[in-house]
Structures are given as C-alpha cells and as structure tokens.
C-alpha cells in the first residue's frame, strides 16, 4: 500500500449474550434510565410467551411498560408513524427493539423519529443527512434479537420501505445505536426452520460482501471471515436440530458480526434484494440467498484471489470455485430456491428493479460497478439459474 488510508471507524455496542440472558430485562431498562418503555415488536411475535414473558417481568420489578406490534414483515413508514403516535400517547421514554430485523429496525427507527420534526426520508443514509436530526430528540434504545440474521441489534440505521413508491430506505444515525443489546439464543429456539434459514443465510450475505468489498477496513474484514465460517459450520446443525443452543449461540454471534462488518460495505447481493423485497414483500435473507452464487459470479475478476484466502481460512479445497460450490451446496442442503421462481418473481419488473438497483445504497461496495446492464445480467442469470 502506498500511503496510510484516511477512513471513519465505528464499533458496536454493550451485548449481554448467553443463554437465559433476557432476565436481565429490567435491570437493563433501569441501568438505561428507562421507567416507561415502549416494547416494539411484529404482531407474530408479540402473541407468543416471550413478549408477554418480558412485560410481566418489567412490571415485576416497578416499571410500566406497553407493546405496539403493528410492523409489517419488511417496515413502512406508516408502521413508523404508527409507533411513535404511540410512543406519544404513552409518554414513554424508550424503547425495546424485540424481535427479528423487522422489530429491530422498526423499534430503532420509532425511537430515533420520536423527537424530529422532520420527515423520515430527510435522514437517508446519504452523505451527512444525518445531522439533520435533533440528537436530544431520539430516544434510548435496548435491543433484544430473536433470529440470527440481520445483526440490527449492533447498528446505527433502519431500513425502511416508503410506500408512495415501492423503495426501501436505509435511515441513519449514531445514536441510533442500541445502548445494550440482550443476545439470548435461547430467544431464538422457537424459530420455523425456513426463518431459521433465511436469517442465517442474510447474516453469510452480510459477512461475504464485506469481506468482499475493496475499501480498506482491515478490522471488519476479519470479522467478516470468522462470521463466514460460523455460519457454515453452525447453520445445517441448527436447520437439522432447532434446539441445538450452542449452534444457535454461534448464529447470533455470526449476525452480529455481519452487521459490525458491513461497515467495509455491501453489495449486488442487497442492492438487487432490496427492491426485490420492496416490490414482492419477499424474506430478505432468502432473497439474498438467491442472488448470492449470481452475484459470487459476475464479482468473480475482482474477488477471486480473495477468495483463494478465504478458501484456506475455511479448510475449503479449490480456492474461489471451491467457496462457490460450498455455497451452492449449503443452499442445497437447505432447500432455498435456486432461482427467483422459487420466490414467485418473474420478468415482469426486472427492468425497474435493475434501475432501483443500481441506485441502492449498498450498490456502491460491490467489488465491480454495478451498472444496469450488469444488474440486468445478475437478475437474469437468477430467473434461470444459469451460472
């Protein structure tokens, strides 16, 4: 390397992991400052136990607290204006992200949205947007993770779809950070195994395009590797054997590598699923892992001599082609689709979601420049299942 890199660095926050962690709730709310949390959940979740667990527990021990559920699997803005109407209404004064990517980024979002003025879209994650908000105005956040997948739990933005026009939005912010993360597996446990699947596949996603994508971040690439190899070794055990708490631990560590990883960047993978889910409502992690051998492909030139380090990290013969096949056969064994059909998408907008694309943005870490006609060539190539 010539000279020294000039990059901005941040790493995450206070995680309480370990199984049977979430007793921890309410010493956690009250080392926050908490007496009026708001539990921000998704309507499946939010009729099981473990929510209902968590509130008895917090009035337990002396403080209110309330639930709001109304978060769509893939969170529009209405369910954000939704939230903080209630956030209001309740004079809360924090908030509890529980649940899987969609709580996570719906309760980090209320709360950051609970003191602007400003619309939600005024805070894209583009340039310094984020210095529009009012930094008193956002809310304190814990984070209580039930799926291994998107890592949220560890980070500063929120995705968003805006419904006018069928887009999804990264919203970002510091402070958006939760303050404490309870990383319990135990949490996990009770997940469906095609959950179990698309969660533990978006968290290989997170970790392959950062390790993947040039800017120098030597840290998180690390991470991004041992993130990898987690989640190859412990994804089939937890597919095979939902109660197996060990591997499920190992899950929740890998998603949230991935997410403390991607701050080298993302890339095709997400900037193609992204309007994908926007426009079928499709589960981003199994989105992902649909265009993920595609997108393997086509950033092959720029990637491959990484991934002969990649292959020798993971005991894998074979150098790129070796990971390749070890991807093709971990999605396989785990029945995911091969091709888009197995999502119900066709043809029918591949020229919109090749423009939406290309303008996403986590299409700007992809190791080669995305342009319309390559994002064209991937989602082809994935409604066929040509490599």
């Known amino acids: 390397m010539s000279s020294t890199p000039s990059v901005n660095w941040s790493y995450p926050t206070s995680v309480r992991f370990g199984v049977g962690r979430i007793k921890e709730l309410p010493e956690v709310v009250k080392a926050s400052a908490m007496k ?52 209001k209404a309740g004079n809360h004064d924090g908030v509890i992200a529980f649940g ?13 949205m609970s003191g602007q003025t400003r619309p939600i879209w005024d805070f894209e994650d583009i340039g310094d947007w984020w210095t529009r908000a009012d930094p008193e105005g956002i809310a304190p956040i814990i984070a209580v993770p039930t799926t291994a997948g998107t890592g949220s739990e560890v980070g500063r933005a929120g995705v968003v779809t805006n419904e006018a026009t069928h887009t999804k939005k990264v919203i970002f ?38 390790y993947s994508a040039p800017m120098y971040h030597p840290m998180s690439e690390g991470i991004a590797l041992e993130g990898i190899r987690l ?20 899950l929740m560590s890998a998603a949230a590598m991935g997410a403390v990883a991607f701050q080298k960047g993302l890339g ?7 309007p994908v889910g926007a426009l079928y409502d499709t589960h981003h992690g199994m989105t992902n892992a649909v265009f993920m051998p595609y997108v393997l492909q086509f950033n092959r030139p720029a990637i491959e001599q990484k991934f002969e380090r990649l292959a020798g990290f993971l005991g ?7 990971v390749l096949d070890t991807v093709l056969t971990l999605r396989a064994d785990l029945d995911v689709p091969h091709t888009l059909a197995g999502l119900n998408v066709g043809a029918e907008k591949r020229e ?30 994935a409604l066929s299942g040509t490599l």
């Open 36 to 87: 009026n949390p708001l539990l921000v959940t998704d309507p499946g979740l939010a009729a099981l136990p473990m929510v209902s667990d968590a509130i008895d527990s917090l009035k337990a021990s002396g403080l209110e607290a309330a639930v709001f559920s109304d978060v769509k699997p893939n969170p529009v803005d209405s369910n954000i204006t939704a939230g903080v109407t209630a956030y």
């Open 100 to 112: 899987g990517g969609s709580g996570l980024d719906a309760g980090k979002l209320i709360a950051f």
């Open 173 to 210: 912010h510091p402070k958006m950070l939760p303050v404490t993360v309870i990383c319990d597996p135990q949490l996990t446990a009770g997940m469906p195994r095609m959950i179990t699947i698309g969660t533990g596949m978006d968290a290989l996603a997170h970790c392959l395009e950062a």
């Open 231 to 250: 989640v190859l070794q412990n994804l089939p055990k937890v597919a095979a054997d939902g109660s197996d708490l060990e591997a499920r631990g190992h």
């Open 268 to 274: 095709a993978i997400h900037s193609l699923s992204h």
């Open 316 to 322: 894998i013969s074979g150098g790129y082609q070796g």
């Open 352 to 381: 919109l979601i090749a423009e939406m694309a290309i303008v996403d943005p986590t299409a700007g870490g992809n190791p080669v420049e995305l342009t319309k006609a390559g994002a064209l060539e991937i989602f082809d190539k």
